[in-house]
């Protein structure tokens, strides 16, 4: 008789607390300790390059006045229960159409959207093995967390290196697996593009699910890159949120009627969480109407990235890839990083340091994010602080 106590771990003498006191203590001793800013006065004046609030929306008079309208806070049930409103039907159909897909479906937040509806998607059951999933190394964390959660064979290509993935896609050709390849197509830490024309002909290729994440391009290019290109021919999940350039909260999936109708009967980030307030949804619908009438306001915010870019590199800091919005200032470790935020706090200039895991080791960086709002003289104040780092 084999006694199963043998083969359980020894009784950890230590606390709870104890444990998670030792984890809290290893992130410092690594500079990957991580604290609240201080909270941020709306009426504070600091230049603000943190903000993810790209079109400079979110306090825009249009989305206040169409939030106080609302008749409710709260939407009070599931959208399969009590929480449905004729403006999410609205909405939907209207991303489907301007995302050039069948259909849309609103989820309450864009971690909530990757994280449960790429899971539902990847049910081992349903697809009956455990799908394969080529992801780029550097996809958000909500996405990894979809991966986890379906328990589906994880194969990451190097970023945004379409040679590594088509040699990879091809290794698995024979295996009968179901497979999705999945990407960002603006990159939140880093500001580079994925190559959409080379990623639609290998998901047709390769008969891959394409789950593209437009987070960051949602907005800032019209209503996202995935536009671009021909997806009809291919199964394509397009997640994009309201959080960021629409200056609200919550996200979208635009994809197939079938897709759409598979996750309202069997996503749990859908079925069991209470739908968006109404104020919120009327909020990112109006952002959504206004972004054909900012294209000029888009063309200024390239351009002042475009030239942000280039004098950080003629000062020798490393941008990365970036070709957005999003530029990395590349220092490569957490001291150096974090010594540079607060030299920056100092002359009331805001950036975002990022460190592990959100990034690489050794790839630490201040995230700066332009922003509508951003003057030239914005970017000349930041280009001369950045000077004395
Ligand atoms: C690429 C990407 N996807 C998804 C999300 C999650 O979106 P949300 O903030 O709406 O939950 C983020 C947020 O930072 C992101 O950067």
């Not at 998670?20 to 290893?26: F, G, N, T, V």
């Not at 599931?78 to 995302?99: C, T, V």
């Not at 328990?151 to 990879?168: G, I, S, T």
């Not at 340091?353 to 201040?366: M, Q, T």
């Amino acid at each position: 008789m084999v006694d199963e106590k043998e083969f359980l771990p020894a009784r950890d003498s230590m606390s709870f607390d104890e444990l998670y006191s030792r984890a809290l203590s290893s992130l410092k001793e690594k500079n990957m300790y991580r604290i609240l800013p201080p909270p941020l006065e709306m009426s504070n004046p600091v230049l603000d390059f943190s903000t993810n609030d790209y079109l400079n929306l979110s306090s825009h008079p249009a989305l206040l006045q169409v939030a106080g309208k609302s008749l409710c806070m709260g939407s009070t049930g599931s959208r399969l229960l009590s929480g449905n409103r004729p403006i999410f039907e609205r909405f939907e159909e209207r991303i489907a159409q301007d995302k050039k897909c069948e259909a849309a479906l609103i989820f309450c937040s864009g971690f909530q959207a990757n994280c449960s509806a790429l899971s539902t998607l990847c049910d081992k059951k349903v697809l009956k093995s455990q799908p394969i999933l080529f992801f780029d190394k550097y996809a958000h964390s909500s996405l990894y967390q979809a991966a986890f959660l379906a328990q589906a064979h994880l194969v990451r290509f190097r970023h945004n290196d379409m040679q590594d993935l088509e040699k990879l896609l091809a290794r698995y050709e024979s295996d009968p697996r179901k497979k999705c390849i999945v990407t960002e197509t603006v990159f939140g830490m880093d500001g580079d593009v994925a190559p959409l024309e080379t990623l639609v002909s290998f998901a047709k290729k390769f008969e891959a699910l394409l789950y593209l994440d437009e987070a960051h391009a949602t907005g800032v290019f019209g209503y996202g890159l995935s536009k671009r290109v021909d997806l009809s021919s291919i199964p394509h999940v397009v997640m994009g949120t309201f959080s960021k350039a629409l200056g609200a909260f919550g996200a979208y999936i635009a994809t197939s009627s079938i897709i759409k109708e598979f996750l309202v009967n069997t996503c749990p980030g859908f079925i069991f969480s209470t739908a968006l307030p109404p104020p919120l949804i009327a909020a990112a619908y109006q952002a959504w109407e206004m972004i054909p009438q900012l294209a000029l306001e888009r063309e200024m915010l390239m351009q002042h990235a475009s030239y942000l870019r280039t004098r950080l590199q003629e000062l020798g800091f490393n941008t990365g890839s970036s070709s957005t919005h999003i530029i990395p200032i590349i220092l490569g470790s957490e001291m150096r990083t974090l010594s540079a935020k607060e030299k920056l706090a100092k002359e009331n200039i805001i950036v975002s340091a990022i460190r592990p895991p959100s990034v690489p080791p050794g790839s630490s960086r201040l995230r700066i994010a332009l922003t509508t709002k951003h003057t030239q003289e914005d970017i000349e104040t930041l280009i001369t602080a950045i000077k004395t780092l």
